[in-house]
Every structure is written in C-alpha cells, then in structure tokens.
C-alpha cells in the first residue's frame, strides 16, 4: 500500500462501488491507515450506503488489525448495484483521513450455477441429434 486517498482539510474521502448485483450481501475490507498516524491522530468514521458506521484508529500496525488500520463490514449493494463508502473525520488531531483499500466479497454477478449451464446444454442435445439425422440423410441421399 504504497499509495492512499486522503483529506487533510478536516473532510471526507467518498467511493462508490458500482456494477454490483442488486441487494446482494457483501463482505467489505475498507484498510485506512498511514505509515505516519499514531495515538489515534488520524481516526477515521466509515459508514456505508449512509447507514452502518464504525470508527477506527487509523494507526498502522505489523500485521493488519481489525479497528486499527481496517475495517470488515458486511453490507448490503443498494437496488441499483451500488455501496457507497463515506470516510470522515470524527474530530481527529491532525483532521485528517486516509484511505489505503477496499477489498469485497460476496455476490459479484449472475454467472449461472454449473447445473444450470448443464440442464441447459441437456435441454438442447434433442435438437442436437435431431439435426445430425436430417445432415446425415442429405448426405446419403
């Protein structure tokens, strides 16, 4: 994480995910801190879709701690496809926000299930056959 979004004029940093599947659940990683943030001087406020909200630390630690440099939230894409992302400053010292990462899981598209591709493909195979006899009787005509 070489590289961040920040606000250092006491504001917000907003994202919008979007091209996801309608009110569909969602695992959502948002990673925060600064190589430079301690005691708690960059504390960020996250809410999502302006609903679920958490504050954290935004200090950075050795390994990855959850409430210190990220956050996991489990949120829901709205009927359009959307969550939206608001990181604040709660009031920090520096009045500052920092933004590393987003990583998501979950429901990403309608790919159809394997046996729906196989029902399909065995719905088919009737007109498959039936075609190969009608080329067959051209050919030996």
Request: glycine share 12%.
């Amino acid at each position: 994480m070489n590289d961040y979004l920040f606000n250092n004029q006491g504001g917000s940093i907003s994202v919008t995910l979007a091209g996801l599947a309608p009110n569909a659940p969602y695992q959502l990683y948002v990673y925060l801190a600064s190589d430079d943030a301690s005691a708690g001087n960059r504390a960020p406020a996250i809410a999502i879709n302006g609903g679920a909200s958490a504050l954290a630390t935004g200090n950075p630690t050795a390994t990855f701690s959850l409430g210190d440099d990220y956050l996991l939230f489990n949120a829901t894409s709205t009927a359009a496809g959307l969550i939206s992302i608001l990181e604040s400053n709660p009031g920090n010292s520096y009045g500052e926000v920092d933004m590393n990462g987003l990583q998501i899981s979950g429901a990403f598209s309608s790919v159809p299930e394997p046996t729906t591709i196989l029902t399909g493909a065995l719905m088919l195979l009737p007109f498959g056959a039936n075609g190969m006899r009608k080329i067959r009787r051209k050919l030996t005509a």
